[in-house]
């Protein structure tokens, strides 16, 4: 069975750091891994889509990386601003024996706080 | 403007009743979902669809029910059977409800039951 699991719950840093979010999956049979963003009492925003042959994708000050390998994903966050504060999730797309639909699998989250 | 919208932000729910939390869309997607988070959690899918008149149920489905008569409706009952409904409900959509595609989130309807 897939699980997702994001180490820290919770982080908290100084303005203008770079950081690294990380994100660990048991199982290596997935087509993609998305990184989300969810403000309080809010949606989720997508972030970045690694599909499963790539290794990296970047956007702006966000970098995510991929290794199905290790079942390791990181999301790294450049000169962090107090804007960035809020809840990051990954979820990971299973390849399954029967037709899901596009189904999903989300870790439990960081928290993230950027002090100005 | 394309997008998900959920309706109401905020309700409440007495014990016994069932409540029915509203989702549209007018992305012209094919795929919507539905799902649970609660607090400190990652979200849990509680059922999906991926066309029209036809939704399949997700991890958590005991005691919600869906339908899907129109393209832009994905309508989530919590029925009586939920017993512990108290949380923060998703819906989201694809295009084609395959798994390389990105789905979109709505802003959520937060239950609590009184």
């Known amino acids: 069975k897939q699980e997702v699991t994001q180490i820290p719950a919770a982080l908290s840093v100084p303005e203008g750091e770079n950081l690294v979010l990380n994100c660990s999956f048991t199982?290596?049979?997935?087509?993609?891994l998305q990184w989300f963003r969810q403000d309080p009492g809010k949606g989720l925003t997508s972030l970045l889509l690694?599909?499963?042959?790539?290794r990296e994708q970047t956007s702006g000050r966000l970098n995510a990386s991929l290794d199905k390998s290790s079942g390791r994903s990181t999301l790294y966050i450049a000169a962090s601003q107090p804007g960035d504060s809020a809840t990051y999730l990954c979820?990971?797309?299973?390849?399954?024996?029967?037709?899901?639909?596009?189904?999903?699998?989300f870790g439990q989250g960081t928290e993230l706080s950027v002090k100005p | 403007d394309g997008g998900i919208t959920q309706s109401p932000k905020y309700l409440f729910r007495k014990e016994g009743q069932n409540v029915t939390l509203s989702c549209e869309q007018n992305?012209?997607?094919?795929?919507m979902y539905w799902y649970r988070q609660d607090p400190g959690q990652g979200l849990r899918l509680i059922y999906y669809?991926?066309?029209?008149?036809?939704?399949q149920k997700g991890d958590i489905a005991e005691g919600y029910s869906v339908s899907r008569e129109k393209k832009e409706s994905f309508p989530l009952t919590v029925t009586s059977a939920q017993k512990n409904p108290t949380a923060f409900y998703l819906c989201?959509?694809?295009?084609?409800?395959?798994?390389?595609?990105?789905?979109?989130f709505g802003p959520g309807t937060r239950l609590t039951v009184l």
């Open positions: 979820a990971v797309s299973p390849i399954l024996i029967y037709n899901q639909g596009g189904k999903l699998i």
């Open positions: 992305l012209n997607h094919d795929a």
């Open positions: 690694i599909q499963s042959s790539q």
């Open positions: 669809s991926q066309i029209v008149n036809d939704f």
């Open positions: 199982d290596s049979a997935i087509y993609n």
């Open positions: 989201a959509s694809s295009i084609a409800g395959v798994s390389t595609d990105t789905q979109y």
